[in-house]
């Protein structure tokens, strides 16, 4: 454990029985500023890699310097939305800010320099110019308003209607999943002024049909553009369409090559085989594999190689033991609602909403239902806890524990993760029950 400072926060409080786990929150959060006041030169030139540094100085304190017992959490080390930790109100409890998040749902966009969230009940996306370096930092720019203040949807272009997910394509594009409108727009580069902003995307995919085709959408909840394809995660239709070039007009008729979970594309059924899906909502690849978050069947498909022709069956299953199966529990192989997926390539990380929690998987899967090697938002070995907010792990929520001594929300819960995203040596978890996001060394 980190002792010294451990031991100095808990004297600062004025008491010898505070805890062990508030004792090294204390204690993490004071190595924090100072760890952030040491890379404060990496900011400037390299904000990605100051992020890194400073998660990987996080959690050697938090595991005593190298030399010490492991700890029992995994800790955020940043949070944005709110101002600190313990805040949990959409917008704090007011209107939106330029700092502020309501219900934020799916995955964040980022390069490791820039960062864009969907922030989903506020009818908007916000922008930084460059990764915030502190708690609660302001926002430089916002997509779907003409101001910080403002949060009503529409249906023009420069407006939007529950955002979900947000992502940068490997060629600098930005993509947002525009969830209320039906539809998924487009800037071939992620814009970083107002003027550009204003100027619309350049493209849009989905034009509110309202049965399936090759271009409609219902409620797409994900989307990521991968080596110049287009992915997306049409979830009311219980699919995954698959662009194999970027769409170029605006008039969101341009077909898709390819879909997933569905034998053609004018089906929409749901089921539990490898070649099906139930409402799926969210979607990693590198190009090469490819990762389905299928909602409503408890579990994540695995292609090993990305697939080439409709219809194409997953390879692996995780959350269940075989396909044709969706039984749903909280366990280190099983889900409750992944609603999130992302990876390095290597390993992959799943947001298990209704477990209120993350998983990380220390490999790509090989074999169906494979377990998770640790957890995020619950005691980080304890694969069985699955309360919301419960930093005493006590099963129970702690704003309605009588022990409750630091609010609904710290720098370990989570309420409700819907979203999951690792880029440049940060995780970050969109914690949609406490209106946040936060940032974690993966």
């Keep these: ?244 070039t970027i769409p170029t007009t605006k008039s969101g008729t341009t077909d898709a090559n390819l879909v997933l979970g569905q034998t053609n594309f004018t089906s929409n059924g749901d089921d539990d085989d490898a070649k099906s899906m139930y409402q799926p909502s969210s979607v990693w690849s590198d190009g090469a594999q490819l990762l389905v978050a299928d909602t409503q069947n408890y579990r994540v498909l695995y292609w090993r190689t990305f697939p080439q022709v409709s219809g194409t069956a997953a390879l692996n299953v995780v959350g269940q033991t075989d396909f044709s199966r969706s039984t749903h529990s909280t366990s280190s192989s099983t889900f409750q609602s992944p609603t999130g997926v992302t990876s390095d390539g290597a390993q992959f990380w799943v947001a298990d909403s209704g477990s209120n929690r993350v998983l990380k998987f220390s490999a790509m899967p090989t074999v169906n239902g494979m377990s998770a090697s640790l957890v995020y938002g619950q005691d980080n070995q304890n694969y069985t806890a699955s309360a919301a907010n419960d930093d005493d792990q006590n099963g129970k929520t702690d704003n309605t524990d009588d022990d409750q001594k630091n609010g609904a929300a710290t720098e370990h819960t989570l309420n409700g993760p819907t979203g999951v995203y690792v880029e440049s040596g940060v995780l970050y978890i969109t914690d949609r029950g406490n209106s946040r996001v936060e940032m974690y060394s993966p």
Aim: aromatic letters at 6%.
């Design 1 to 244: 454990m980190f002792q010294p400072l451990a031991r100095r926060a808990c004297t600062m409080q004025g008491s010898a029985t505070i805890g062990r786990k508030s004792c090294l929150r204390l204690g993490v959060s004071m190595h924090f500023r100072r760890a952030f006041q040491a890379q404060s030169f990496l900011s400037r030139s390299r904000p990605g890699a100051a992020l890194a540094a400073v998660a990987a100085s996080l959690l050697l304190a938090a595991c005593g310097g190298g030399g010490g017992d492991k700890t029992d959490w995994e800790t955020a080390f940043q949070v944005i939305g709110h101002k600190n930790f313990q805040q949990d109100d959409p917008n704090d409890g007011s209107t939106p800010q330029a700092y502020t998040l309501a219900t934020p749902y799916g995955n964040v966009g980022t390069d490791g320099t820039k960062l864009y969230v969907a922030d989903t009940a506020n009818n908007r996306v916000l922008v930084w110019t460059s990764i915030p370096n502190a708690n609660g930092g302001a926002a430089n720019l916002v997509i779907g308003q003409s101001d910080f203040t403002t949060k009503t949807s529409g249906t023009a272009l420069g407006k939007l209607s529950t955002p979900n997910t947000v992502s940068i394509g490997n060629g600098g594009q930005l993509v947002i999943a525009d969830t209320g409108n039906n539809r998924v727009l487009i800037w071939n580069t992620a814009p970083t002024t107002q003027a550009a902003i204003d100027a619309g995307p350049d493209a849009v995919v989905g034009d509110g049909g309202a049965s399936p085709t090759a271009h409609t959408l219902n409620g797409p909840t994900s989307a990521i553009i991968v080596n110049n394809k287009l992915i997306v995660c049409d979830t009311g239709n219980n699919r995954v369409l698959i662009w194999n």
